[in-house]
């Protein structure tokens, strides 16, 4: 069975200074793994995917994540902070069942809080 | 810019009335999900569409929430009769999926923030 942990609840970091939300999953087959990124009174947007391709993944806004399949983690990262990148994160992993459906497993979220 | 519409944004009821939530996915995606988000729960998976036809509804309960896809651009999602803790705002996603492949991204609407009181 599926499932996504992500490790903290909340960050908080001052501007300019380097992000790091954690992820860990765990899952049967050969995952896809996403994040999104979900401002205040908005949807979901989708930040980066990762779909069996290139383990270092580069996502919108300067984020990246790099997937490593030995300790079950796709933590994101950014190297420097702004203000509008305070949100809630959520880490997602989906993987194929049968007859064809997918089903998509959220994390409780992060959320990243950025200090002037 | 294509994009997943919900209505209402914002739904004030009172406890025993009908609710109704509509979607219009991004028109071509085959798969339809909704989601509640609650502080207290999270994101949870109501109910799932792939081509219309419901794949997934275990995660909505039965006795008062229905969901539907009368067609392809609109899937409703009712509750009869509400009750607060029905109170959060539900979110509705399209994706694709074909030919057993997933493309991968889930795109959300804006939401609809529903208080029971």
């Known amino acids: 069975a599926q499932s996504v942990t992500q490790l903290d609840s909340h960050v908080s970091v001052s501007e300019g200074t380097p992000v790091l939300l954690r992820c860990n999953y765990s899952s049967s087959y050969s995952p896809s793994l996403f994040w999104y990124v979900q401002h205040p009174n908005k949807g979901l947007q989708l930040l980066l995917k990762?779909?069996?391709?290139?383990?270092l993944v580069k996502g919108i806004n300067g984020f990246e994540a790099e997937f490593k399949k030995s300790e079950t983690s796709f933590h994101l990262t950014k190297p420097s902070a702004h203000m509008s990148d305070a949100a809630e994160y959520f880490c997602v992993v989906s993987e194929g069942g049968t007859s064809g459906t997918y089903k998509y497993i959220f994390g409780t979220g992060t959320r990243l809080k950025v200090l002037a | 810019d294509a994009r997943v519409t919900q209505t209402p944004r914002d739904k004030v009821t009172e406890m025993g009335q009908e609710v109704t939530m509509r979607c219009q996915p991004i028109?071509?995606?085959?798969?339809v999900f909704w989601y509640r988000q609650t502080m207290m729960q999270g994101l949870e998976l109501l109910a799932y569409f792939r081509n219309r036809a419901p794949l997934d509804d275990s995660g909505m309960p039965k006795d008062r929430f229905s969901a539907e896809m009368p067609d392809a651009t609109l899937a409703t999602l009712k509750i009869q009769p509400s009750e607060p803790r029905d109170s959060a705002v539900y979110f509705c996603?399209?994706?694709?999926?074909?030919?057993?492949?997933?493309?991968?991204?889930?795109?959300f609407g804006e939401g609809s923030r529903l208080t029971v009181l």
């Open positions: 028109l071509g995606h085959n798969t």
């Open positions: 996603a399209s994706g694709l999926v074909y030919g057993g492949l997933n493309t991968g991204e889930l795109f």
């Open positions: 990762y779909t069996s391709a290139a383990t």
